[in-house]
């Protein structure tokens, strides 16, 4: 019930394209729902999140839309550009208190290939 | 201005032999965190504090303790090195319970 999974694995887009990842979830006690981006050799960042009481969040190209009745968010990249090219992860943490105090639930990731 | 910094970037050792990676932020947040990252890329928490005190103690084998000696610092001592602990070892931190920040790890080959 703690899993949060991630899809496709691998996506390659074209320049200028849209970059559509999708995550699903089971527990609905989840309410932080954030996505990192991870360069190779470097940590993940965090690029954008969102909370359950929203159904949507943009942030310059980047797009989350979430929907709670089916328990899944997705990332939209809008023009997509080849230096977008990262994995991307998508994740789910429980409200603070307890032994989940922060701990966030990762996806197990995406590819994102944007071909110039 | 490095905001969460880990030492060493690269470790590689022999099974059987103890290690430490250390981390440290300047970020002023009261929790840290040690996640690992395998070979297919899988994040997944180890251990998280909060005020120098042991929050998530995830099933991690008793290998591995993590000791916090100030908000500032959380670093990592492996015992007994094994083949299967060769990762990438993250340390993030945050202020609020949700919006962490990661450091750029530390790889460990165990050989």
């Known amino acids: 019930q703690q899993q949060v999974k991630q899809s496709p694995q691998s996506l390659i887009v074209q320049k200028g394209g849209i970059s559509i990842i999708n995550c699903a979830y089971e527990?609905?006690?989840?309410?932080?729902f954030p996505w990192y981006q991870q360069f190779p050799g470097k940590g993940p960042a965090l690029l954008i999140a969102?909370?359950?009481?929203?159904s949507e969040k943009k942030e310059g190209r980047f797009t989350i839309s979430f929907n709670k009745s089916a328990k899944q968010f997705s990332l939209h990249i809008m023009d997509s550009q080849p230096g977008d090219s990262a994995t991307y992860f998508c994740?789910?943490?429980?409200?603070?208190?307890?032994?989940?105090?922060?701990?966030?639930?990762f996806g197990q990731g995406t590819i994102l290939t944007v071909h110039p | 201005d490095t905001a969460v910094s880990q030492t060493p970037k690269y470790l590689v050792t022999q099974m059987g032999n103890d290690k430490s990676i250390k981390c440290e932020q300047n970020?002023?947040?009261?929790?840290m965190y040690w996640y690992k990252q395998d070979s297919k890329k899988f994040l997944k928490i180890m251990f998280s504090?909060?005020?120098?005190?042991?929050?998530i103690n995830e099933t991690v084998p008793n290998r591995f303790s993590p000791k916090s000696p100030d908000k500032a610092h959380l670093n990592l001592h492996i015992n007994s090195l094994e083949l299967g602990d060769s990762a990438v070892y993250f340390c993030?931190?945050?202020?609020?319970?949700?919006?962490?920040?990661f450091g750029p790890g530390t790889r460990l080959t165990v050989l």
């Open positions: 969102i909370r359950p009481d929203v």
């Open positions: 504090y909060n005020n120098k005190e042991l929050i």
């Open positions: 994740a789910a943490s429980l409200p603070p208190g307890g032994t989940s105090y922060g701990k966030l639930t």
């Open positions: 993030a931190s945050s202020r609020a319970y949700n919006e962490q920040f």
């Open positions: 970020l002023g947040h009261d929790t």
């Open positions: 527990n609905t006690a989840f309410d932080y």
